[in-house]
């Protein structure tokens, strides 16, 4: 018979060294999303690149301080504030600021583009979701690198998340894990946790820059009703409707909706009461974060195909277009937003009739990245002027 009490010590012993390589190797795991770095080559139009926490000195050193590019034209003019990671596991939006920081010009006004706007939540998975860690933009030098990060803040930066979360100043009663969403936390305030801090230094950005046109671009499910949409504040409604009517007629469709008022937090309420920008949101459908999905790899992330998705289509359950033939590849959906930034851009220049506000820029669009992939527009680190190459 097996004597349990003469090998207790031994058994243990083998867990505890069986717990401490499992807890290893998650640490590896964590450890290696944390520390990756993405590199970008910015274009000729560079002006400098600057920290947020240059408008607001408390979260310098923090987990959520985050790179600002700017490129001034010197030509005074209107500005656009382009926000890429704002849910960093919605990575089209990333991609798509840093495709348009690799190929901008900018012929009048300014233009700031950040493409983690919570760098905290890029560096931690979804976690319980099994998420792969990257993605890979494949290029004439080879397949490039990016995390696909979280949706809130890490836990590593802000913990612990109160019962109930109360957004500040309107009271109501959000989710406690919206406490780390910074799309739920604006206008923020200087003296909040590290997520409200993080959106109070964004809308510092906004209100000491004069920023004309601010930009927050998301990813949405398709079974949520919002996809494939801006989202404007008030002031922005009329410009962000006729975009809607131009990209509909001309390149792919698009929605609009008007902020909801009763719903606080969001960076087209909440921001666009609280500065003078005219605020929009855009989302573009990503398979990915659909709960009736499949398998979720990184071959979904980038083809967008998924057969359940497709039987949801079949049944009238999506709130967008789907064809699993074509899916939503990540071409298609960085190109909605490049394509929904420059109608917008369009719009607010015809609507304002202000010389004083004009922007004029140029990028990519949605037709350009359909003609020739995405990797074709993203530069060669290795071959270009090491002044030029940023680690985010």
Known sequence: MFDYERYKTPRKIVLLLLALALAWLGGREFTELRTMKETVVVSDAFTKMVMLSDYFPPIKGTGVDTPVYIYDSGVPGGSMFYLGGTHPYEPATQLSAYLMMENIKVEKGRVFICPHANMS???????????????????????????????????????????TYVHYPSGQNLDYTDARN?????????????????????????????????????????????????????????????????????????????SPKNLRGLSHRDAGDYCDSLVILMETPEPFIDRVAGKITEKLMMDGKDEFLQTA??????????????????????????????????????FLMEPEKELRLSFPNYSDLKEHGLGHFLNDPSKADPAKVFLN
């Not at 099994?130 to 802000?158: C, W």
């Not at 064809?323 to 015809?350: E, F, K, T, Y």
Request: hydrophobic share 40%; with cysteine; aromatic share 10%.
């Open 121 to 163: 939540a890029s560096t931690v998975g979804m976690l319980g979701n099994a998420y792969p860690k990257f993605l890979h933009v494949e290029t004439a030098f080879g397949p490039k690198p990016y995390r696909i990060g979280d949706r809130n803040t890490s836990p590593l930066d802000q913990w612990p998340d109160p019962f």
């Open 313 to 350: 289509a079949e049944h009238g359950l999506l709130f967008t277009d789907y064809d699993i033939s074509v899916g939503c590849p990540m071409w298609d959906r960085v190109g909605r937003h490049l394509s929904g930034a420059l109608a917008m851009i369009r719009q607010m220049n015809d």
């Open 182 to 258: 910074l799309n739920r936390t604006y206008p923020g305030r200087p003296d909040g946790n590290l997520t409200e801090q993080l959106t109070f230094a964004i809308m510092e950005l906004n209100r000491k820059e004069n920023i004309t046109l601010f930009v927050d671009a998301h990813e949405a499910s398709l079974m949520y009703p919002v996809v494939s949409t801006y989202v404007a504040h008030d002031r922005a409604l009329d410009m962000a409707m006729m975009a809607s009517m131009e990209l509909s007629a001309t390149e792919f469709p698009m929605k609009c909706e008007a």
